[in-house]
């Protein structure tokens, strides 16, 4: 009651400043967004009695673009009878029509259709109405709009269909509605090119939608630009069963992408060893490298899962294999600071003293790791203890640059071949 009575006291202040000043000035202007959006009624006839603009002049919202926000049926009704315009974008570049859709207000988005809102219109952040309802997920405003005439496969200006984003909110009764109203199964974001209808459920990992898309036809290889393949999506995202469904349906599992990863290191990557299995014994290349030039078991040894790890050795991964970053499994092993992989690796055959390139030695990784285990391990298996890596650092003088004094007392005290005073090819000393 208190705030009915402090708002009369300012209607009555507001009666005595001239008229100009109470329809030009931005202090008016963000009380009637405060009015709109509290719904304080009273104060909103008001400023609506002196005439004052109610489309313009306003920095962020409009007072119907805040109605809409703060779900105001009555102050939206109010505001539309007053004359506001329902297709104006505001100054945060929303229609009052997609602020609605955002909220998921159906009332509100009836009422706004039945006053001559544009169900097709964009709003300044290039997203239409139907692409925003999709995203949410809410299947009777979908409808809704559909019934008024939304154009179901729109583009949005700089990103997706509503097919796309429905998968990716991962609602099937909105997918298989767009569907059966007409929507291209097979067509990406046209502008982003990065992403198909299926490439976007298998992200969201719903299995039905991924279902339903191969048996409207979609194709299971299709690579949008830049994006995954639907099997890259999967694996990445760890869905077994949607990894199973495209191999079924005829996935190449050795097939690139537009970024040049493949199925297989995708899923050493994300460590999930049933996917990873089931690529190998559907005849993925184990020793395959990407376009990023990583090999499978170098992206398992990063991971650090040992059972992957094992598993690629025991499908006859090359454990001495140099990615195009001029890494080892070991030397990645190492840098992960994995025990257990790095005996694996040992005792699979791996060189403890390769290197390559412009990387590190396996013992100046695992010392720039601080891991006295694994360096304890390296030298019980014969790694050199003076050798210079390619960019001519010493294990002495990584092992300082650490800080490790364990690491320094092990390759001084029990190592005499440690030279306190060898230089790097940096100049450096200790």
Known sequence: MKFVKYRASFI??????????????????NNIIDSCYRGYDDMVKYFVSQHVDLDKGYHNNTPLTVACLAQNSKMVQFLIDKGCDVNQVDGIGETSLTVACNI??????QLLIDKGSDVNQFNDK???PLTVACKNGNVKIV?????????????????????????????????????DKGCDVHESNSIQDTCTPLIADCKSRNEKIVQLLIDKGCNVNQVAGRSDTPLIAACKNGNEKIVQLLIDKGC????????????????????????????????CD?????????????????????????????????VNQVDGHSDTPLIAACNSSNENIVKLLIDTGC?????????????????????????????????????????????????????????VQL??????????????????HL
């Open 12 to 29: 009555k202040a507001l009666k005595s400043i001239d008229n100009d000043y109470l329809t030009n000035h931005q202090f008016v202007k």
């Open 104 to 109: 998921g207000n159906e009332k509100i988005i």
């Open 126 to 128: 290039r997203k239409t």
């Open 143 to 179: 409808q809704l709009l559909i019934d008024k005439g939304c154009d179901v496969n729109q583009v949005e200006g700089w990103s997706y269909t509503p097919l796309i984003n429905a998968c990716k909110s991962g609602n099937e009764k909105i997918v298989q509605l767009l569907i």
């Open 252 to 283: 190449d599992v050795n097939q690139v992408d537009g970024r040049g990863d493949t199925p297989l290191i995708a899923a050493c990557s994300s460590g999930n060893e049933k996917i990873v299995q089931l690529l190998v014994d559907k005849g």
């Open 286 to 318: 184990v020793n395959q490298v990407d376009g990023w030039s990583d090999t499978p078991l170098i992206a398992a040894c990063k991971s650090g899962n040992e059972k992957i790890v094992q598993l690629l050795v025991d499908k006859g991964c090359d």
């Open 351 to 407: 060189d403890v003293n390769k290197s390559y390139g412009v990387t590190e030695t396996p013992l100046i990784a695992a010392i720039n790791s601080s891991n006295g285990k694994i360096v304890q391990l390296l030298v019980d298996k014969g790694c050199d203890v003076i050798q210079v890596a390619s960019e001519r650092e010493t294990p002495l003088i990584a092992a300082c640059h650490s800080g490790n004094e364990k690491i």
């Open 411 to 428: 390759l001084l005290l029990r190592y005499k071949g440690c030279d306190v005073n060898q230089m790097d090819g940096k100049k450096g």
